[in-house]
């Protein structure tokens, strides 16, 4: 196969880059599954390395993984239920421990364990239940000696780089149509040259014309990934995020429970992915044999519940562009002549005011009932009136008044209060 230059690959990727993406950007939420060998220990994905243990002792692990079959179809209808639109799994993490039938590294799930291919599982499950397919291999891998070797042996570098190239051609071929290559671990060699990334992505791509690449081996791809943090980018991005704060893979229940993040916060998160562009991908870390935490369930589900009455206000939405009017309880997402007002704290009281729009909207609605609500309009403010005592959202306790315009909505920041900003600006 003939390389394309950078330049030349980089034009071709963009050529075909918002047909590939579109249903992405549409998707906005995402689940992120971490599973491996590390979920026997239960102390962080990175306890191999952190804790120095030596690789053979390690890699005894293997030996009793104790994946159940069927667990990957749980995965995939949590998902489902919680309003994702499509999974990334880790089917070899960096302690190099592939979840696929793998003839280029026998270190797999086939050959110890289990004996199952857990990736063939998880994408048939996908297709099943019509989640978009995503695959996570990280570059980095601990278990091969080549990857230490590969930084001052020649012949050790040339092994690694095809032994990841070949790793990849697997993926890409044995699973049918594969939606997303999620990299990761770009150490030792740090640098698209030093992993030949150019020629093992013109490779994928050619397997699979329609994949969407992140930007992990050190080319810019399709997509940023910032990481344990919500950081818009001006590019496509998505924030993946672990659901406790601690780890990626599975650590003890009892005790994570605590740190487990909640219905509305897991509402924030994603409001701020969409509000600036972006994608929510949310990780679980399931137990050693691949069973769902129990901290996790109630969460997403309810969220799941919350999307399908309030689905609106996520989906498909672009990027907000300039301020938009609400309050200090509400954030809020924009589609076109309608805002979304998610009210994050529900005051009890029977009037809420919104200041700062020029001209007021046609009609106030529930969104998750469409029931319409009586305001009055007075200079550049809103008084929404008799609201109920109790929030109308039993799901996360995040109601969504849903502001409808004739035109684009014009606002104006704390227009009584002109010497705060500058004097007055229509946004």
Not at 130 to 151: E, K, Q, V
Not at 293 to 316: C, D, F, M, R
């Amino acid at each position: 196969m003939k390389i394309m230059t950078k330049p030349e690959y980089e034009r071709w990727t963009a050529s075909t880059r918002d047909e590939r993406m579109k249903w992405w950007r549409e998707a906005k939420f995402g689940m992120f599954v971490h599973y491996g060998l590390y979920a026997m220990i239960g102390r962080n994905e990175w306890a191999q390395v952190d804790e120095n243990i030596p690789p053979e002792e390690y890699a005894k692990l293997a030996d009793d993984f104790p994946y159940k079959k069927g667990m990957a179809e749980e995965w995939v209808k949590l998902a489902k239920a919680s309003g994702m639109k499509y999974i990334v799994l880790t089917t070899r993490h960096h302690d190099g421990f592939s979840l696929w039938d793998s003839k280029v590294n026998p270190f797999n799930s086939v050959n110890y364990g289990p004996k199952v291919d857990i990736v063939k599982e998880f994408t048939d499950a996908c297709r099943k239940h019509g989640m978009r397919i995503g695959l996570y291999n990280s570059l980095m891998d601990w278990h091969n000696p080549d990857a230490f070797d590969c930084m001052s042996e020649k012949a050790a570098y040339d092994r690694f780089i095809e032994y990841t190239y070949e790793l990849n051609r697997e993926l890409m071929t044995n699973y049918g149509k594969i939606d997303i290559l999620w990299y990761d671990g770009s150490n030792p060699l740090c640098s698209a040259a030093g992993w030949d990334s150019l020629r093992r992505n013109q490779m994928i791509r050619k397997l699979q014309p329609e994949i969407i690449i992140n930007n992990r081996s050190c080319l810019d791809e399709d997509y940023g990934t910032p990481e344990a943090h919500i950081t818009p980018m001006e590019r496509d991005w998505e924030a993946c995020m672990t659901f406790n704060g601690i780890s990626w893979g599975y650590v003890n229940s009892e005790y994570a429970a605590s740190y487990s993040y909640t219905p509305s916060r897991i509402l924030t998160m994603l409001n701020t992915c969409v509000e600036c562009g972006g994608n929510l991908l949310l990780n679980i870390g399931p137990k050693p044999d691949g069973s769902i935490p129990e901290e996790v369930v109630e969460p997403l589900t309810k969220v799941g519940a919350w999307l399908s009455e309030n689905g609106e206000s996520v989906y498909s939405l672009p990027r907000v562009e300039g301020r938009i009017g609400g309050n200090g309880v509400t954030y809020e997402t924009q589609n076109g002549n309608n805002i979304y007002l998610w009210n994050r704290i529900w005051c009890g009281e029977p009037e809420i005011g919104v200041g700062g729009y020029v001209v007021p909207p046609e009609k106030i609605t529930l969104l998750a009932t469409g029931e319409e609500l009586e305001f009055e309009a007075l200079e550049h403010r809103l008084i929404i009136k008799n609201l109920p005592k109790d929030c109308p959202d039993k799901h996360a306790g995040v109601a969504v008044f849903k502001l409808e315009f004739k035109d684009k909505p014009q606002y104006i920041y704390a227009s009584r209060y002109p010497q705060l900003h500058g004097g007055e600006k229509i946004l």
